[in-house]
């Protein structure tokens, strides 16, 4: 009971993208609390704020090295974020998938790690937040992020597909069918909504 109400604060606090971008910082490799200001255009009390909190949740761990106190992700209960959220979503929407497919609400942790390995993950986060720094873009909360990066392997070129089949030795089939469900819960109520007005008067 006590882990779960420990993830729901943790969810809570990773639904606002400012603690997102400085989680994500780490992530990349700033990992004291001026370069996180200076890449992020923040003030450097604002930041060491964040960090804390970040820090009593668990999420980063403090490592000090010279004068700066310097910090390292958490990947285990990052991971374990990242997971919980995917085996909820398809918990949630277990009637649209095929019966073949239940098999996916039943998962493990280790199942699921099979599927979408957490190196794929790392590398993914990484990427992410380089990739948001160098070209702008919308600020997510870290559920979001989730729901987009499935959405983005859904509608990526095949080429680009087949390189990260092979690159991270995917199981290409369970992937494809989880990216393709979590695709759809993002857009799902929208799709109904207009579907509707469509067929409606």
């Given amino acids: 009971m006590g882990k779960r109400v420990d993830l729901d604060k943790i969810l809570d606090v990773l639904e606002r993208p400012a603690y997102v971008d400085v989680l994500l910082s780490i992530v990349s490799g700033k990992n004291y609390a001026t370069s ?6 923040k003030k450097q ?4 704020e964040q960090l804390r909190e970040l820090e009593k949740l668990g999420l980063i761990r403090p490592i000090r090295r010279d004068k700066s106190k310097k910090y390292e992700i958490n990947w285990e209960l990052l991971l374990d974020v990242f997971y919980t959220t995917v085996r909820e979503i398809i918990c949630l929407r277990e009637e649209f998938l095929f019966s ?18 957490p ?5 993914f986060l990484k990427e992410y937040f380089e990739t948001l720094i160098e070209i702008g873009g919308k600020r997510k909360g870290f559920d979001e992020v989730i729901f987009c990066f499935f959405n983005a392997l859904e509608n990526l070129e095949k080429e680009e597909w087949e390189k990260l089949v092979k690159k991270f030795n995917l199981d290409e089939k369970a ?3 989880i ?13 109904v909504a207009l579907m509707n007005i469509a067929h409606g008067d």
């Fill in 119 to 123: 190196d794929f993950i790392k590398r």
């Fill in 45 to 48: 009390p604002t930041v060491t």
């Fill in 36 to 41: 996180i200001a200076k890449v992020l255009g």
């Fill in 175 to 177: 992937i494809s069918e």
């Fill in 179 to 191: 990216a393709n469900l979590i695709s759809f819960e993002l857009s799902a109520v929208e799709q």
């Fill in 100 to 117: 073949g497919k239940k098999r996916f609400t039943s998962m493990s942790r280790e199942e699921l790690e099979k599927v979408i390995p």
